[in-house]
């Protein structure tokens, strides 16, 4: 039995020949490409949610089609499409102006896919979180004679944080897990990390476990990461229990 004990530590271990420092070098991967994915999407559901908000009908049919597509579309598909379709557009239009090719950089197309992907998420999400702000708190901030920067920054923005947070919680726990998905095309996460010390030691157990406990710990840090901000936007509000 502590031989069995001593087997799993040194498989586990941070320092080689262990597997440990893999798995949490392809977790902090994880967390890097998750962080900046969701802040991409952010950016672009926010754009998005605004723009179907403005009443101009091209740009709200355009945005629709949009959300509609990417969230019909299997995930797997789109990071395979739009990494290969994307890189060799790139490529292609480049060659047109007659420039040389360039090899997209692993890290940068994960986050640059799985932020468009979430973008159409979120753009639901705060659409959906603007729409539940009572329309005299804007008409009010009009009246005042704020801007439209202003009046996103002041009253929008505080106002629809505590109706947005709960989507935006569980969308970052998605984009989480969808970062397994960018193993597919040759970034090492934790995922790809988990598959590679499996198949190097053939104790898929063992380290798919580790991976499990890994993930297990991401997600309860995020949740009281998130539980604090919302303490914070929620501040001054009646608690409903």
């Not at 994915?37 to 949009?66: E, I, Q, W």
């Not at 019909?72 to 292609?92: F, H, K, S, W």
């Not at 998420?121 to 959906?128: A, D, I, S």
Request: hydrophobic residues 55%.
């Amino acid at each position: 039995m502590a031989t069995a004990q001593q087997g799993i530590l040194d498989l586990l271990s941070p320092y080689p020949p262990g597997w440990g420092g893999v798995l949490l070098a392809g977790a902090v991967s994880t967390v890097a490409i998750s962080a900046c994915a969701f802040a991409v999407g952010l950016l672009l559901g926010t754009g998005g949610a605004l723009g179907k908000l403005s009443g101009n009908r091209l740009l709200r049919l355009l945005l629709d089609f949009y959300t509609t597509v990417i969230r019909a579309v299997p995930e797997l598909i789109l990071i395979v499409g739009l990494y290969y379709a994307g890189t060799d557009g790139l490529n292609r239009l480049l060659a047109a102006f007659g420039l040389p090719p360039v090899n997209v950089n692993g890290f940068v197309a994960a986050v640059a896919v799985l932020g468009f992907v979430q973008g159409a998420y979120m753009t639901e999400v705060l659409r959906g979180a603007i729409l539940a702000i009572p329309v005299g708190q804007i008409e009010a901030a009009k009246a005042f004679g704020m801007g439209p920067v202003l009046r996103f920054r002041r009253v929008l923005l505080p106002a629809l944080l505590p109706n947005a947070l709960p989507g935006l919680a569980n969308l970052w726990m998605s984009i989480t897990k969808d970062s397994a998905l960018v193993a597919v095309v040759g970034y090492q996460e934790l995922a790809l990390a988990t598959r590679l010390a499996g198949a190097s030691t053939k104790h898929y157990f063992v380290f798919f476990l580790a991976s499990a406990l890994l993930y297990l710990a991401i997600t309860l840090v995020s949740n009281v990461v998130f539980k604090l901000i919302e303490g914070r936007v929620r501040r001054g509000q009646p608690r409903l229990a």
